[in-house]
């Protein structure tokens, strides 16, 4: 397991690194202003759906089902036809109805600032069927114990979005945008021919075949399937699902205001996924298994060395960023476009962010439990609870602080997503296994 979390980690590291590389670009380039504004907000959706898809619902839908299925290529067959199908029909009424669908995810957003970001919205969302399509194939690659092909392939879009901006280089901010938005598409069609690689060098491509038979035959374990991932998008998303609200609230800000907060989360996001997120891909096919095979004392050790594990890396993580707040942001944004102001406020934001880094990361690793005992319906419920907080911590503290007030109520959004899901997992098992140790 150490050695899968270090793969993931290795691979997640390289993809942020490069990440932050290109976001240095796009704040140089951009700066924070309306067209980095009206870019963030139309990546911000299919972002969302990459981070429930790769980092949660899917994968933890999927594996068990698929674990216990006894025809695997009739299932994954199945499962991929009907969902892809879904998202491109989807992509297609984006496309169609691109301004509607962005005045609803940035309702601050003016007549003119729509008619900008919604071209870019329709465009950014064909990036969804694309990271499903690498989603579902990394799933299997995981499930067969290899991981380094989707902890890397990130890096792919990363490098997509550089190139992006270099050939942009020169060019009016509107055309900065269209480059960066094309770069995303083309991203996650390298990331697909790399999972499809990997899993033909595998042999595994016989879990695919597109025959008619397979794709129309209906099946108890597509619908036991269903029934646990829909639930499971809520359920393993709310620290993302937040951040989108964040970014809602504050196309009523002032300008800028979106930007700070994608930079500050960029930042907060990155020992989120190195540690927390690495730990969970690779401990989730692990804890499913054992206690699918009833072995929960093998379960709950690699429950308890993980949650040791993640708590200290998380605390000194967000200390660090908490105290050099302003060296981080001045180091990685403040030149060309982005200028002092932008540090002071991004800078801010980043400390309120960081407060909610331990409790986020922690809440991850136990609602895995809490998907190995199929208890879906239960995380999806803690998750919806969560997000009402969110809200009305939002609309509370948007007035009084602005942006700094949204990113503070994200993170009391993750200390009461802890403490449910803590509340769910027993806190007398919670002292007497993990704590204590209790054998």
């Known amino acids: 397991m150490i050695k899968h979390i270090f793969t993931n980690s290795a691979g997640i590291l390289v993809s942020r690194i490069l990440g932050f590389i290109r976001d240095m670009m796009t704040a140089t380039i951009l700066g924070a202003n309306i067209y980095s504004d009206i870019f963030f907000i139309a ?20 594996i068990p089902a698929f674990s216990r299925s006894t025809h695997k290529t009739r299932f994954t067959t199945i499962i991929f036809t009907q969902l892809i199908f879904i998202l491109i029909l989807l992509s297609l009424l984006v496309t169609l109805f691109a301004k509607g669908i962005t005045a609803a995810i940035a309702f601050g957003f003016d007549e003119a600032t729509l008619d900008l970001a919604a071209p870019l919205v329709a465009i950014n969302f064909y990036y969804l069927p694309l990271i499903f399509s690498v989603t579902f194939l990394g799933a299997i690659l995981q499930y ?33 945008v269209y480059y960066l938005s094309f770069g995303v598409i083309a991203g996650g069609v390298l990331q697909l021919i790399a999972h499809l690689y990997s899993l033909r060098k595998r042999k595994l491509d016989k879990y695919f075949a597109f025959k008619q038979q397979l794709i129309t035959t209906k099946s108890k374990l597509t619908q036991g399937f269903y029934k646990t991932f829909f ?26 205001s979106i930007s700070y907060l994608y930079y500050a989360n960029r930042i907060f996001q990155l020992p989120l996924a190195l540690f927390a ?14 206690i699918k095979n009833n072995n929960r004392f093998r379960a709950l050790q690699m429950l308890r060395k993980a949650f040791w594990f993640l ?22 944004f403040e030149r060309g476009a982005f200028n002092e102001n932008d540090t002071k406020q991004t800078a801010i934001i980043l400390a309120m962010y960081l407060i909610g880094l331990v409790p986020f990361g922690l809440a991850k690793i136990f609602s895995l439990w809490l998907y190995s005992e199929q208890k ?13 907080f ?39 098992y919670f002292y007497d296994e993990i704590l204590k140790g209790k054998k």
Do not use: C
């Open 43 to 62: 990546f911000k959706i299919p972002n969302l759906f990459r981070t429930v898809f790769a980092e949660g619902a899917f994968t933890q839908a999927f």
């Open 144 to 176: 067969k114990n290899h991981f380094a092909t989707t902890a890397y392939s990130t890096a792919l879009l990363n490098i997509s979005m550089i190139i992006s901006l270099l050939l942009a280089q020169g060019l009016e901010a509107h055309s900065v």
């Open 231 to 256: 639930p499971a998008i809520l359920g393993s998303s709310t620290a993302h699902i937040a951040a989108f609200i964040d970014t809602a609230l504050a196309s009523f800000l002032v300008t800028g």
């Open 277 to 290: 997120i690495a730990t969970s891909i690779a401990l989730f096919p692990s804890i499913a298994k054992a």
């Open 311 to 332: 708590l200290g890396l998380l605390f000194v993580s967000a200390t660090i960023g908490i105290v050099f707040n302003n060296e981080i942001i001045w180091l990685l």
């Open 376 to 388: 879906q319906i239960i995380t999806a419920k803690i998750s919806a609870k969560s997000l009402v």
């Open 390 to 428: 969110n809200i009305i911590f939002s609309l509370i503290l948007i007035a009084p602080f602005g942006a700094a007030g949204l990113a503070f109520s994200s993170t009391m959004t993750g200390f009461v997503l802890f403490f449910l899901t803590i509340k769910e997992f027993g806190f007398r």
